[in-house]
């Protein structure tokens, strides 16, 4: 009996080593394919043009699920050493990926303005400006926090997580959307593509009570802010302040 415990122990190891790493890959390639049909396929078909801007911005958050995924398996193989020297490109990365996300908004919002849809532009604005903000403090939480592994690395799976709305979103528009007229849709048909890749976290929360007992507090709290920024976009985005707001940031980069 001892020893059917001890093998099934030994069985159970491996399978939670490897489960940050297991969830970088699943975040990789919900991102993959979620940008396929609108994105990798037409690519690679010569069919989709875009500004340069647009084509940085996808290949800056592509490579964070990639360095992602590689730094999850370093910490998972035991080799700490290496995952703490290669932090400090993350850390660029995810600066980059900050400065380019806030300058794609922008530049969704000088398209819709160009269709003559501007406030259409500054309310979605809101979307992918409160999405770059929030990873980029949890990501800031996670490196300030590298020195407390549980919380490192739960911190880092949030702000994975967090990415992948934008890359759900694009099935919900090839295949569910009704065709209609270009430009920005409305804020609140964002929200269940969201609530569909945050079921990652869900995964994540239930391993941890498998583990552990109970979700760790970035879990509760983290996953908790994460939803409510979600839900919360779509009533600010009417509000005059936000359209006051995001508005003077439009008529700066015209």
């Known amino acids: 009996?001892?020893?059917?415990?001890?093998?099934?122990?030994?069985?159970?190891?491996?399978?939670?080593?490897?489960?940050?790493?297991?969830?970088?890959?699943?975040?990789?390639?919900?991102?993959f394919l979620g940008f396929a049909p609108t994105y990798w396929l037409p690519l690679a078909h010569g069919s989709f043009s875009a500004s340069p801007l647009v084509h940085f911005h996808g290949l800056l958050f592509f490579v964070w699920t990639l360095y992602f995924t590689f730094q999850t398996w370093l910490a998972a193989s035991g080799q700490t050493a290496r995952h703490r020297?290669?932090?400090?490109?993350?850390?660029?990365?995810?600066?980059?990926?900050?400065?380019?996300?806030?300058?794609?908004?922008?530049?969704?919002?000088?398209?819709?303005?160009?269709?003559?849809?501007?406030?259409?532009?500054?309310?979605?604005?809101?979307?992918?400006?409160?999405?770059?903000?929030?990873?980029?403090?949890?990501?800031?939480?996670?490196?300030?926090?590298?020195?407390?592994?549980?919380?490192?690395?739960?911190?880092m799976l949030l702000a994975g997580i967090s990415l992948l709305d934008a890359a759900v979103a694009r099935w919900f528009l090839t295949f569910l959307a009704p065709p209609g007229p270009a430009g920005p849709p409305p804020v609140q048909v964002t929200i269940a593509p969201a609530l569909v890749a945050y079921l990652l976290l869900v995964v994540a929360i239930v391993h941890d009570w498998r583990t552990r007992g109970r979700p760790h507090p970035v879990y509760v709290y983290g996953g908790l802010a994460l939803v409510a920024v979600k839900f919360l976009n779509w009533p600010i985005s009417l509000t005059p302040a936000w359209h006051t707001f995001a508005g003077g940031i439009l008529a700066l980069a015209q």
């Open 1 to 31: 009996m001892t020893t059917l415990i001890d093998d099934t122990r030994g069985a159970a190891a491996p399978l939670s080593q490897y489960f940050y790493f297991n969830m970088a890959l699943a975040c990789m390639a919900t991102a």
């Open 85 to 155: 020297t290669l932090g400090m490109i993350g850390v660029s990365l995810a600066t980059a990926m900050t400065i380019f996300g806030f300058l794609a908004a922008v530049n969704v919002m000088k398209r819709s303005a160009a269709m003559g849809m501007a406030d259409e532009g500054i309310a979605f604005s809101i979307v992918p400006l409160s999405g770059i903000l929030f990873f980029a403090v949890v990501v800031v939480l996670g490196i300030a926090a590298n020195q407390k592994p549980e919380t490192h690395k739960r911190l």
